[in-house]
């Protein structure tokens, strides 16, 4: 007989150091419900981010900026509740963070309070992010810092496009995920940058750096629950896997659930529940049963 495999520890902030001074990849992904956080939870991946993103995968929206705080802290606590060892992340949406130092603080508190967030993700490298980091990291809660791409300002960018490609362009990425890691973050996730960029900034960085879209180099990868599993409508972007086609499953599932009511093969005698013959014969014999409810 087989030893009963040892439980998975949790992941913390010293686990996520060590795995990279041993070089041992960190695994991420999005969820949005408890559904996909069961998923996360049984694939045993380390790190599991409650995207901004959903703005777009699940509540319809055409870009990030349209969720707010109170959906955000919906999505966020149905993923706490189906989560026991990977580190919880929850994105602070736009507009949540941005006016002032005490506006991010009491944003990341009630993540944490009401949500059970472990630790809070912001975008940007700039002054202004600088800031909200520290301030959010001197109330007590771990940052998460975003460079590259950043969804959340991507007009400003020229849309969703990959960053980095000209020097200027790299030295400023590389400028900011400095920046974000002497404020304190523990890990900065770099988007859609040339491979090249990413490794020459690696060994300028001590946090650690989950890349999507910035080649194999990173500490980690993170991908969108809905890109891999062939989720997502519309086209997806040059760095997505899709590592199975659970939309066309799913669309393919209820075309026939509709083809078999419409046919009237569904629901057949194994779907349905039984009576006693002499409880039905008593019943249908009953001389009240069509009289009209009071």
């Known amino acids: 007989m087989s030893a009963t495999p040892p439980a998975r520890r949790a992941t913390t902030l010293p686990g996520l150091a060590a795995m990279k001074a041993a070089d041992e990849k960190i695994v991420m992904v999005t969820a949005y419900d408890y559904p996909s956080a069961l998923a996360a939870e049984a ?9 901004d993103s959903g703005a777009m995968t699940v509540l319809g929206h055409s870009s990030t900026v349209g969720v707010t705080v109170a959906e955000m802290l919906v999505l966020a606590g149905a993923v706490r509740r189906g989560l026991s060892t990977p580190l ?17 603080v009491a944003t990341a508190v009630r993540f944490v309070k009401e ?3 472990d630790a809070v993700k912001l975008e940007g490298g700039g002054a202004m992010s600088v800031s909200r980091v520290r301030a959010i990291i001197a109330a007590g809660i771990p940052v998460m810092g975003h460079v590259g791409l950043t969804p959340q300002t991507a007009t400003a960018l020229g849309g969703y496009r ?23 973050c523990f890990s900065i996730v770099l988007e859609a940058v040339p491979s090249e960029v990413a490794d020459a900034i690696m060994p300028w960085l ?21 890109d891999l599993l062939g989720m997502s409508s519309g086209g997806s972007a040059r760095f997505v896997k899709t590592y199975a086609d659970l939309g066309a499953q799913m669309a393919d599932g209820v075309r026939r659930y509709a083809d078999d009511v419409r046919a009237g093969t569904y629901p057949g005698p194994e779907h349905c529940y039984p009576i006693e013959p002499a409880e039905l014969a008593a019943f249908l014999a009953d001389p009240t049963r069509d009289a009209p409810a009071e």
């Open 115 to 117: 949500a059970g967030a």
């Open 88 to 104: 919880l992340v929850v994105d602070l949406p736009f507009g949540s963070y941005e006016t002032s130092d005490e506006q991010a």
């Open 206 to 226: 001590g946090a650690v750096v989950i890349g999507i879209g910035a080649g194999p180099g990173t500490d980690g990868q993170v991908l969108v629950f809905h």
């Open 162 to 184: 990959a960053q980095g490609r000209t020097a200027v362009a790299a030295r400023r990425i590389a400028q900011e995920a400095r920046a974000l890691e002497e404020a304190g």
């Open 43 to 51: 694939a045993g991946v380390d790190v599991v981010l409650v995207g």
